[in-house]
């Protein structure tokens, strides 16, 4: 049965499962926070130190409309929903169709007595390494052939993001240095020897970490500057200089808490 309320996981929707699923709510949840903050000389008041995005916590609550006394039936469809949840992967909801939640932990209920036909229950979803919805397509800007200059990419949502940044060698010659810049963070590469038509890419798995590759070959070992390409939602204009003529690509995944 389709239903109001649509929740997928790795592509999988969870009404598809039984007929008898019905979903109750879905809470998409909100991004948890920790401030650390020390108090100020005087009398009041308190001066914030940092500020760190730790986990989000989704939520889908579901009942099995099937009738008490087909206990054999209600534990197979409870078991085919716990089965679902377990796969993890990409969460999705048709109430925000363009976001989706990478999940790294599920928690799932306890059956407890099937025998109770009105009962729900609530799995829940936390996302660790990029504890936040993040748009499903990203947004996309590229320049002209150049051995320098400037893109401007959009970038949704309402928190910090980072880019991904492909820049491929047009030159037909070897470059070795390579440098890209987006809100005053900048990534520096040397000694790269990339060669003509080859490929360098600044991208972020589903664990959120950082990954410079040559083609298939990390080339970590030469950067140097900032952490990651951190950008805040708003357009942002994306510079890069190279040894010779290339083409520079950008993506933004908007991010929201």
Same mark, same amino acid.
């Given at each position: ?72 039936? =209600? @534990?197979?469809?409870? $078991?085919? /929903? ?7 992967? +990409?969460?999705? &909801?048709? #109430?925000?169709?363009? =976001? @989706?939640?990478?999940? $790294?932990? /599920? ?7 099937? +025998?109770?036909? &009105?009962? #729900? ?69 040397a000694n790269l020897a990339l060669g003509g038509s080859e490929t360098l890419a600044i991208s972020h798995g589903t664990d959120g970490l950082l990954r410079i590759r040559k083609g298939s070959v990390s080339v970590y070992d030469k950067f140097t500057g900032a952490d990651d390409l951190f950008v805040n939602p708003g357009n942002v204009p994306v510079s890069f200089q190279a040894d010779r003529a290339g083409m520079l690509t950008v993506q933004s995944f908007?991010?929201?808490?």
């Open positions: 049965m389709i239903l109001t309320k649509r929740v997928a996981l790795g592509g999988r929707q969870l009404d598809e499962i039984d007929d008898a699923i019905v979903i109750r709510s879905i809470d998409p949840g909100t991004t948890k926070e920790s401030v650390s903050a020390v108090s100020r000389m005087g009398g009041s008041g308190q001066r914030v130190t940092g500020e760190h995005f730790d986990t989000l916590e989704a939520s889908v609550t579901f009942a099995i409309d099937a009738p008490k006394k087909m206990l054999s039936r =209600r @534990r197979e469809i409870f $078991d085919q /929903v716990i089965s679902w949840a377990l796969q993890k992967g +990409w969460l999705t &909801t048709n #109430e925000m169709p363009d =976001r @989706r939640m990478y999940v $790294d932990k /599920v928690t799932v209920p306890n059956s407890g007595d099937l +025998w109770n036909w &009105t009962e #729900e229950y609530t799995i829940t979803f936390r996302a660790y390494n990029v504890p936040f919805w993040q748009a499903e397509l990203p947004a996309t800007a590229s320049g002209n052939v150049a051995a320098s200059g400037t893109v401007t990419v959009p970038v949704a949502g309402n928190v910090q993001s980072v880019l991904d940044v492909t820049f491929q060698n047009r030159s037909g010659m070897t470059i070795n240095n390579f440098w890209v810049q987006a809100n005053g963070n900048r990534i520096t590469l908007g991010r929201w808490v």
